[in-house]
């Protein structure tokens, strides 16, 4: 098992890329070569509010990351609000309405049913909320060791109408998602386990990003302080038309680590939801209402930096 300690999202980048060179072995997946570590991969980054990659040769989509945290956050799993951010997603759906194994609605209305989940506006009426259930894990218990989210949806994910495998063009990558608080102080850690992780289009463009903003946000509304993130890989790998890119990566000799940290004004879900509620509605007016929208302030620091991330992308884009 390689297992590796990294101070923030850099960091990372650029050591793991190393790792990948030195480690990989070619494989052929999907038809498609690839280059994959033998063993799990299990990386800690010390400071995940160092979440935001300042390496230019990376060239990171800044917006997509916080848009898909949003995505995440509101329970969607719509391609009309995401493909807006990234047009290529919609080749990972398999109606090109819905990417089936987003993880929107496996986190804020889990439901266990058949059908596949199909969320595209702002609704926490149906199914089980994980969000809910981390919280009350930690209000029975300070500390718990049952705040756990699984992704995985067996009856959906698993087989098809028939009883065969089922054909799909996406199967949930994480697998499960642990908020625990340290031992020795008032730290939320996040444990990720994923089952298979690419470097370049998962890890680095917004897995890592997402997670350690859940972690972020949790840890308010839980009333404690971040602490350190854990991620888990069974298998992780890089496509060979990343190469040069990973070439590159592993080449860098100077970056530093720009940890970001705002304060909250919420502090629990309640709170929470309600300005995520406005985010979403905002959200939406910038992508449907653009020739007549006007810009508003958020009081709150972190939402108000999460909305002017949006906000400068759809400006540039209808610029």
């Excluded at 994959?36 to 989509?61: C, D, G, H, Q, S």
């Excluded at 059908?115 to 300070?142: A, I």
């Excluded at 997402?210 to 840890?219: F, G, K, L, R, V």
Aim: net charge negative.
């Amino acid at each position: 098992m390689y297992q590796r300690e990294y101070n923030g999202i850099n960091s990372f980048l650029v050591n793991t890329a190393k790792l990948l060179l030195a480690e990989g072995k070619k494989r052929i997946v999907r038809n498609e070569e690839c280059y994959e570590l033998t063993e799990p991969y299990m990386f800690k980054i010390k400071n995940p509010l160092a979440r935001e990659i300042t390496i230019n040769e990376r060239n990171w989509n800044k917006s997509l990351a916080y848009a898909e945290s949003l995505w995440i956050a509101t329970g969607r799993n719509d391609l009309e609000y995401i493909k807006h951010y990234l047009e290529r997603m919609k080749e990972f759906s398999d109606d090109g309405i819905f990417l089936r194994g987003g993880y929107g609605p496996r986190l804020r209305h889990y439901n266990g049913d058949k059908d596949d989940y199909k969320f595209s506006g702002y609704t926490l009426k149906e199914g089980v909320d994980m969000f809910r259930y981390v919280v009350d894990c930690f209000q029975e218990d300070s500390n718990t060791r049952r705040a756990i989210i699984t992704l995985g949806d067996n009856n959906k994910d698993c087989f098809d109408e028939n009883g065969k495998l089922k054909n799909t063009k996406d199967i949930p990558c994480t697998r499960e998602l642990h908020f625990i608080k340290q031992s020795e102080n008032d730290k939320l850690d996040l444990v990720v386990h994923m089952r298979s992780n690419d470097f370049i289009w998962g890890a680095s463009a917004v897995n890592v990003f997402n997670y350690t903003y859940m972690q972020e946000y949790m840890s308010a509304i839980l009333g404690l302080d971040i602490g350190n993130y854990y991620h888990i890989v069974d298998n992780f790998h890089y496509y060979s038309w990343h190469k040069d890119l990973v070439e590159t990566l592993a080449s860098i000799n100077k970056y530093e680590e720009k940890p970001l940290c705002l304060k909250k004004t919420f502090d629990s879900l309640g709170s929470f939801d309600s300005l995520l509620k406005k985010l979403s509605i905002e959200e939406n007016k910038m992508r449907t209402e653009k020739n007549f929208y006007r810009e508003i302030h958020f009081e709150d620091p972190f939402f108000d930096n999460w909305y002017n991330v949006l906000l400068d992308f759809n400006f540039a884009k209808c610029a």
